[in-house]
């Protein structure tokens, strides 16, 4: 699904993701770990083809992501608000998504029912603008929107990290449902091990822009990453 | 109290503005204002002589006194573009030990302090003071400045007010700028006249300095009305963050562009759900009575085209020009998302094309009313508008790839530099150099007309090839798109 070759940015001259050969297969469950700054956020706009990589390139499909717009039609990313068109109500924004991916009214609003849960009652008709939300609804929204698409790719940057215990969980179960019925590839990146270590099936540990360590979860992950991020 | 509450104020405008803006901004707007005033206070001191060339042989007085009511009603129109409104965050205020009363006050005398109203001053107190009190008496004088003053308050007041009470309501924008347009309007046609209002007061108060109370009056009323409306209103901010129920809207006449008219619905919130883009609007809007000013009837006698052409642009164009020069910018903050969205290239650049087809088109379809003054403005608006669809909408979609400030659409919009770089100055230059350029050789060579009708072949011509634009331009985006989405990102 995805390859990487030899990727590297530069910032200020130091390279801050510097990537050698990283190969992701369809329907792997991707969880990328690592403390700020190690350039997780990073990695992912590179894959989005957000900023411009220094050298190396990385291919969606066997196509680079940089010379190609073909990954846009099967790949759905949130990585901050910035993905938000925060003056439209959440309502629109879902027909906006629904729209640039040919999905009708009526279709958004089916598939609108199934997050009536997740939603919590305080996203739909709200009577806010998606800016009015807060930062947890707002990532509500956001995924929504990603899985709205019906990826086959999708890439989530931190989705724990502004949602409440609940929604943890149910996001959790979600995504394993998703997985398990149309086989898609996930990338999350996240500094909750528990929760990372308990969807993923592969897990990548990076540092200073490197990944230092590529394991295939297994029960005793969660351990070996504990003992990597101990003080 | 008051000087307390200065004195914080004081501290928060150092040590906000100075941390991150720009100096060199701050240094040029220092200058702007140097120079207004020092422009006012010169045409202050010769407006004598220049009421003597302008207007020969009548009495300078009943000349000055019908241009009084002129420059204030004016003065409403900037004020209200341009006069901020005073706030101080007073949520940490309203715990402490002090009375709302003062809070307000402290409010209203701050805003006092601005260039705005010391213009009018520097204008109207030297004549007032050389030609006035010399021939009509102290008292005459006295009562003079005396009204000038008090318009000052209750322009600024009620500017104020009505700035205020928009923020509730748009409907009061709405209606403020109609009131305006009338007056303009009116006054341009004949049917009313401000300038003999004013000549009729104000001569007669030279005679009877007491109806200075009426000004005095209206100024003390305006004052006390702001301050009635803020006492009930302190908390206005909260009120309409959090009271007004957001609805969802749908513009089902874009669905059949699918997902241009998608983009162009998102765009449309965007411009009626933002600050600054809604005053940009609104300022286009005001501009298109620029014509009144633009279409003189001499330049028709003397078949001076190439300026009537010059306005015809400028009015037909502003629309593309004020939305066109931030055109990627407006979307800075949700741009990564735009980009990583399944969006085509084309689709989005095809979409900022409609975009400003259809404004254009709709402001030529407005603007045909100056076809009154003389119907010879309707085919040069037309070749204006062929211009400004086919040519002008280009230049903006490929200047504004290189466009990389993004901004902050809930901030106002006049005197507003953030987002502006040297993209936007080279693009108000181009924009109106090259009609220019096109018109000139035809007109000097052949007419004027060949001149006119040139640039509206050309012009139609590059709307034809629309599509092969389209093209060419979003190669140009992708080869910056990064570098957009980069200075974006920083803000």
């Known amino acids: 699904m995805i390859t990487v070759h030899n990727i590297g940015k530069l910032y200020t001259g130091k390279l801050v993701v510097d990537v050698q050969q990283l190969e992701i297969k369809e329907g792997e469950i991707v969880g990328l770990v690592g403390n700020n700054g190690a350039g997780k956020t990073t990695f992912f706009r590179l894959l989005l083809d957000l900023i411009k990589a220094d050298r190396g390139e990385i291919l969606s499909k066997e196509k680079n992501v940089a010379a ?58 709200s009577g806010k603008y998606i800016r009015e939300l807060s930062k947890g609804n707002q990532f509500k929204v956001g995924i929504a929107g990603c899985l709205l698409q019906k990826p086959e790719m999708l890439i989530l940057d931190e989705p724990f990290a502004n949602l409440d215990p609940t929604t943890q969980m149910r996001l959790l179960k979600m995504l394993r449902e998703i997985h398990a019925q149309n086989r898609i590839t996930i ?32 029960d005793d992950t969660l351990k070996e990453l504990e003992e990597y991020f101990k003080v | 109290m008051l000087l307390t509450l200065l004195s914080h104020q004081w501290k928060s405008f150092w040590r906000s503005r100075n941390a991150g803006k720009n100096l060199a901004v701050q240094i040029f707007m220092g200058f702007i204002s140097l120079y207004l005033l020092l422009s006012a206070l010169a045409i202050g001191f010769f407006l004598q002589k220049l009421i003597k060339e302008l207007y020969p042989g009548q009495d300078i007085s009943t000349v000055f006194c019908g241009f009084i009511l002129y420059y204030f009603s004016f003065d409403i129109l900037v004020r209200f573009l341009m ?51 010399p021939v009509h008496g102290t008292l005459a004088a006295t009562g003079f400045i005396i009204s000038i003053l008090a318009l000052i308050v209750f322009n600024h007041f009620i500017v104020l007010f009505i700035k205020r009470k928009s923020i509730i309501s748009s409907w009061w924008y709405v209606g403020f700028f109609l009131v305006i347009a009338a007056f303009i309007t009116t006054d341009y046609f004949n049917l009313f006249s401000l300038s003999k209002l004013s000549a009729s007061v104000f001569s007669r108060m030279l005679i009877h300095s007491w109806l200075a109370i009426i000004p005095l009056l209206m100024a003390v009323l305006a004052f006390i009305n702001n301050y009635r409306f803020l006492l009930n209103n302190l908390f206005l901010e909260d009120i309409v963050a959090k009271g007004k129920k957001r609805v969802s809207s749908d513009y089902s006449f874009l669905n059949r562009f699918g997902t241009i008219g998608e ?52 009015i037909t164009g502003l629309s593309i020009s004020n939305y066109g020069q931030f055109l990627f910018a407006w979307q800075s903050s949700h741009f990564d998302g735009l980009m990583a969205g399944n969006l085509n290239i084309k689709a989005y650049i095809k979409s900022k094309f409609l975009l400003f087809t259809s404004v254009c088109t709709v402001v030529l379809l407005i603007t045909s009313f100056y076809g009154l003054i003389d119907w010879r403005i309707l085919l040069i608006q037309l ?15 490929y200047l504004a790839t290189y466009s990389y400030k993004g901004i902050d659409i809930g ?81």
């Not at chain 1, 901050?80 to 906006?96: A, H, K, N, S």
């Not at chain 1, 500094?191 to 297994?218: A, F, P, W, Y």
């Not at chain 2, 006069?83 to 101080?88: E, F, I, K, M, S």
Request: hydrophobic content about 50%; overall charge positive; charged content about 20%.
């Open chain 1, 68 to 125: 190609s717009e073909n990954w846009k039609q099967y790949t759905a990313a949130y990585l901050d608000e910035g993905f938000l068109v925060d003056y439209l109500t959440p309502e629109e924004y879902f027909y906006f998504i629904g729209k640039l991916n040919n999905r009708s009214k009526a279709d958004v609003d089916e598939f609108l029912k199934s997050f009536e849960s997740f939603f919590d009652g305080s996203v739909l008709k």
């Open chain 2, 383 to 397: 070749a204006a508008y062929f211009y400004n669809v086919g040519i002008h909408t280009v230049l903006a979609i």
């Open chain 2, 83 to 133: 006069q901020d409104l005073p706030t101080l965050s007073i949520q940490p205020y309203l715990i402490q030990n002090i009375r709302r009363s003062q809070l307000i006050r402290f409010l209203n005398v701050r805003s006092l302090f601005t260039i705005l109203n010391l213009v009018p001053i520097l204008l109207f107190v030297p004549f007032t003071l050389t030609n006035i009190a």
């Open chain 2, 263 to 314: 983009l162009i619905g998102v765009e449309i919130r965007l411009i009626l759900r933002n600050k600054r883009p809604r005053s940009i609007v609104l300022m286009t809007v005001v501009f298109l009575f620029y014509g009144l000013i633009f279409y003189k009837q001499v330049y028709f006698e003397k078949e001076m085209f190439g300026m009537l052409l010059f306005g015809a642009i400028f």
């Open chain 2, 411 to 491: 901030k106002k919009a006049a005197f507003n530099f953030q987002g502006i770089g040297a993209a936007q100055w080279i693009y108000s230059l181009i924009v109106f150099l090259i009609p220019i350029l096109i018109y000139l050789p035809f007109s000097l060579l052949l007419n004027p007309w060949a001149g006119i009708v040139a640039l509206g072949i050309i012009g139609l011509v590059s709307l034809l090839l629309q599509d092969w634009w389209v093209d060419l331009l979003s190669k140009e985006f992708m080869k910056r798109k990064h570098r957009i989405l980069e200075g974006f990102r920083e803000k």
């Open chain 1, 187 to 218: 990338f999350i990146s996240s500094h909750d091990l528990n929760h990372v270590t308990d969807i993923s099936t592969r897990i990548l540990l990076m540092e200073k822009g490197k990944i230092i360590r590529d394991l295939h979860t297994t």
